[in-house]
């Protein structure tokens, strides 16, 4: 027990060290663009008319704390964002943290809700679809799993607004119905939210789902194959208890391992889903952030996050590894 | 001595994409109680596919010809054992009254369950014990097959046994529900010789301990004439061979056996050439007319190899070859 907490603590000690590393390469990235905020601000004030001078940029610049050196700064900028702190942002002057508010959760909901929807489904069918050797079910999934990884999450995006407009009358953009948008939450906000939200959950689960399938369906085929569960078979162990105690046990172990990269995957296609849908979620910001206005500050703070959610989700199915499988927990124990 | 089971003409085909391929055709042997028989041939001969028969293990994709009957005399009486379906029904062959060990000890306990609760699950299903009389039970069988702090090793798992250890491990689970035949598919394969000998030894003590009946699956003669009563050759899916171990050995009829024992090396004549079989075993997809081994058979003795199949033919009491050399001769 204590071996397996010692574990915890350093699975969770180097995760944080891998969040400090993505830090440094973000906040790089983020000095990489040209210009600074105290720049961009002014040029902005002189678009509105206002004149600037060089002078009036060195004041903002040491306002903001940018004449520090680098290092210095990075370091400040991990210690504030590891409280969750981000500054202001470069171009709307506002609070980040205050900018993201629930947008962040909402859109990290979103991705995780999606990531559910497609193991609910995908662990029992592909289960199923493996141990069977029905030919028409198996032919069934199989096209419709190509389908989810064929087409793009856009088109489908698209598809199904035009459908609705078309035959429904109805947009189905957003997250919230606008009496809602601006309130504070509430149980009828969150049954709006529910409202409006199964959409992109759906789309984004849509291709999810079918990678996952085939994941849990090839590792199924290969655990059913292997000699033990033979073995088990010729010891009279059959039926349900064969199936998910044998083969489907052990393919538990690799399925959760492809948790964290399929978030990541779901959180690559999130931005342009958010885009089709006119959601004002993280993704949303995010390419407001880094293709329209160059706001660097928010912009790194949107990447840090979505970072540090797959860097937590990481370290949660090791754990749940080491809790899965004795080979693994016995490797931490010695 | 009484019959233990009885494999009558069985032909097996496995049903496929290339159409119906033939993987046992028209064998037939009888196990007596507490005898052991070795089953000898290549691989692609189709022992181990028949070993699976008594077990009705097959893949789902097996046809068994009409003809096929394997009779299991248990305890509480003979048992048709291919017209079992059900679950409920076919427990007496698997794990009942019938146990089987594989050949690679590692890959046969599943990875991530504990040895011992594969034992008790195995228990449960086959008795009435209580959890914890079947755990007593697993813990004494370990015991008894030389695992050493059998009560620790009930709760590890197979990686965290040595190799000869699980081998120990996968007999002590065929062995705890009391089986009246112990199938063995090439058990020692995967072991040190050294392990290995240990391994057949234990057998041998258990076999006589237990008066149960083996079927031992090797294509090792060696091992054979160690621990067999009685030998069955196979080639392409048929019986060639089928003799009292030394006579066999000694005085080998079939073409196939006197190669095979040809092929092996000779530790007093080390400068000796190996002398392999010629040739390989065909697919089971172009299964030669006539006598199936023919196309590698260095005694053909006439038209009759290549068209008609041999039937068995006996040289004495115990002793069946079948092959066209000996048909004049059993005449």
């Given at each position: ?113 999606s990531l559910a929807l497609a193991y609910i489904i995908a ?212 | ?112 369950i504990t040895i011992g609760k594969q034992m008790v699950e ?118 060639v061979e089928e003799g009292p171990v030394r006579e066999v ?83």
């Open positions: 027990m204590l071996n397996f907490a010692r574990f915890v603590v350093t699975r969770a000690l180097m995760a944080a060290m891998t969040l400090v590393i993505v830090s440094l390469v973000v906040f790089s990235l983020m000095e990489l663009v040209p210009g600074d905020c105290a720049e961009r601000y002014l040029a902005f004030k002189n678009t509105q008319g206002s004149g600037i001078s060089v002078a009036d940029i060195e004041l903002e610049r040491q306002r903001l704390g940018l004449d520090k050196p680098f290092l210095q700064r990075w370091a400040l900028w991990i210690v504030n964002a590891f409280q969750g702190e981000f500054g202001d942002s470069c171009i709307l002057r506002v609070n980040i943290a205050q900018l993201l508010g629930d947008k962040f959760w909402l859109s990290l909901s979103i991705c995780m809700a662990i029992p069918v592909g289960i199923l679809a493996a141990s069977s050797q029905n030919a028409f079910l198996n032919n069934s999934l199989r096209i419709v799993s190509y389908l989810g990884l064929a087409m793009p999450n856009f088109l489908l995006a698209l598809m199904i607004m035009l459908f609705a407009t078309v035959y429904f009358g109805e947009t189905l953009t957003g997250l919230f119905s606008s009496e809602f948008r601006d309130a504070p939450w509430s149980f009828a906000k969150f049954l709006d939210l529910l409202k409006h939200a199964w959409l992109p959950i759906f789309i984004l689960g849509w291709s999810a789902t079918a990678f996952a399938l085939q994941t849990v369906r090839a590792l199924m085929f290969d655990e059913i194959g292997k000699l033990y569960v033979t073995a088990a078979a010729a010891r009279g162990v059959h039926g349900r208890k064969l199936l998910w105690g044998y083969p489907a046990r052990h393919a538990l172990g690799p399925i959760v391992n492809s948790l964290g990269f399929d978030l990541n995957r779901i959180f690559n296609e999130l931005p342009i889903v958010a885009l089709i849908l006119v959601m004002t979620d993280a993704g949303a910001l995010l390419i407001e952030a880094l293709a329209r206005s160059n706001d660097q500050q928010l912009a790194g703070a949107i990447i840090f996050l979505l970072t540090a959610s797959i860097v937590a989700l990481n370290f949660t199915t090791d754990v749940a590894l080491a809790v899965i499988d004795p080979r693994v927990r016995k490797s931490i124990i010695r | 001595m009484t019959p233990l089971i009885e494999v009558e003409s069985l032909t097996l085909q496995f049903r496929t994409d290339e159409g119906l391929i033939t993987a046992v055709e028209d064998v037939s042997f009888t196990l007596m109680k507490g005898e052991v028989m070795g089953l000898v041939g290549e691989s692609g001969s189709g022992k181990s596919v028949t070993a699976k028969s008594l077990m009705h293990l097959n893949a789902r994709n097996a046809v068994y010809s009409p003809e096929s009957r394997i009779t299991l005399h248990a305890d509480t009486g003979p048992v048709d054992v291919l017209s079992l379906r059900t679950p409920r029904e076919l427990n007496v062959v698997r794990g009942g009254a019938i146990s089987m060990i594989f050949q690679e000890p590692m890959a046969s306990f599943a990875p991530a195995q228990l449960l299903l086959h008795s009435d014990m209580s959890k914890g009389t079947a755990k007593s039970v697993s813990i004494e069988m370990l015991d008894r097959v030389g695992i050493s702090d059998a009560a620790r090793r009930f709760d590890q798992y197979a990686f965290e046994l040595s190799g000869g250890m699980r081998q120990r491990a996968m007999i002590a689970m065929a062995l705890s529900t009391n089986p009246s035949l112990l199938i063995a598919d090439e058990p020692t394969t995967a072991l040190d010789v050294t392990i290995q000998a240990q391994v057949i030894d234990l057998m041998k003590d258990l076999v006589s301990e237990f008066g149960m009946g083996i079927i031992f699956i090797t294509h090792d003669l060696g091992v054979v004439a160690q621990t067999a009563d009685r030998v069955n050759v196979m080639y392409l899916g048929r019986l050995i000694r005085n080998p009829r079939h073409p196939y056996t006197q190669g095979l024992i040809a092929a092996l090396p000779k530790l007093e004549d080390l400068d000796a050439p190996l002398t392999p079989v010629p040739g390989d075993i065909p697919s089971p997809l172009e299964r030669p007319a006539g006598c199936v081994f023919n196309t590698r058979c260095s005694q053909v003795v006439g038209e009759e190899c290549m068209a008609l199949v041999p039937t068995n033919c006996r040289l004495d009491e115990t002793h069946s070859v079948a092959c066209h050399i000996y048909r004049e001769a059993a005449e």
